[in-house]
């Protein structure tokens, strides 16, 4: 059983850039959110997309945007890239949609905004 | 306002002893709380899930306790072992509707030889 992977792991952009930020989640699941982690905090939701559809959104702007595929990967695009960007972007899937439903972390992409 | 807190200052235990950390949490409902571990440089990985409706669930050497009414949980590491050092995260579901989790800052726990 293949775990949730990200790519790519390392990325440094510079302001005003955008960026595209890939998830393959776990076979079987059906469900993927995206998180922000700033150093030394815990991570902060994004989004989630639940058979392709965004399901729930956290307190970020509308330059977050994201995409789930029929194949249930998906990608998180940001764009006009500010320095506050600098963070870990984790993707996490679970096998369902509900809050009992363990999620599954990959080991996030460290973006770098100079 | 609504947030989850947790121990802000790092938890030092001599190996051996019991670990126990705090998550408490505001004007949140959630029907389920998460604990999760994370390494340095790796994403969090699940340990256990707890409902409203139980007060205590056993995994091994871990234990959680939550208590509604208190709006608190804890989580406990028995017989800690220097590979138990890592950050503890709890998440909770704000409003029920399963369209998101939101995470406490995590507490770095530091078992010593």
């Known amino acids: 059983e293949t775990g949730v992977t990200q790519s790519p792991t390392h990325l440094i952009k510079t302001r005003g850039q955008q960026v595209t930020l890939r998830c393959s989640s776990q076979?079987?699941?059906?469900?993927v959110s995206w998180y922000q982690q700033a150093l030394g905090q815990g991570p902060q939701f994004i989004f989630q997309?639940?058979?392709?559809?965004?399901?729930g959104r956290g307190n970020f702007p509308p330059r977050f945007s994201g995409l789930q595929f029929p194949n249930y990967s998906s990608e998180l695009n940001v764009n006009a890239l500010e320095l506050d960007d600098s963070a870990l972007y984790l993707c996490?899937?679970?096998?369902?949609?509900?809050?009992?439903?363990?999620?599954?972390f990959g080991d996030g992409t460290r973006l770098s905004i100079l | 306002s609504q947030k989850i807190e947790q121990n802000s200052e790092a938890l030092n235990i001599q190996e051996g002893k019991t670990a126990t950390l705090t998550c408490n949490y505001t004007n949140y409902s959630p029907a389920y709380l998460q604990w999760y571990r994370q390494d340095p440089g790796r994403g969090p990985v699940f340990l256990l899930l707890i409902r409203e409706n139980e007060k205590e669930k056993r995994k091994e050497r871990l234990k959680v306790t939550f208590d509604t009414t208190l709006k608190q949980s804890l989580f406990h590491i028995t017989a800690s072992q220097p590979a138990d050092s890592a950050t503890y995260l709890c998440?909770?579901?704000?409003?029920?509707?399963?369209?998101?989790?939101?995470f406490g800052s995590g507490t770095r726990l530091s078992i010593r030889p």
């Open positions: 997309y639940y058979r392709e559809e965004e399901n």
């Open positions: 998440a909770l579901d704000p409003d029920s509707s399963a369209s998101k989790i939101i």
């Open positions: 996490a899937s679970s096998l369902d949609l509900g809050s009992n439903q363990p999620q599954h």
């Open positions: 076979s079987g699941h059906n469900t």
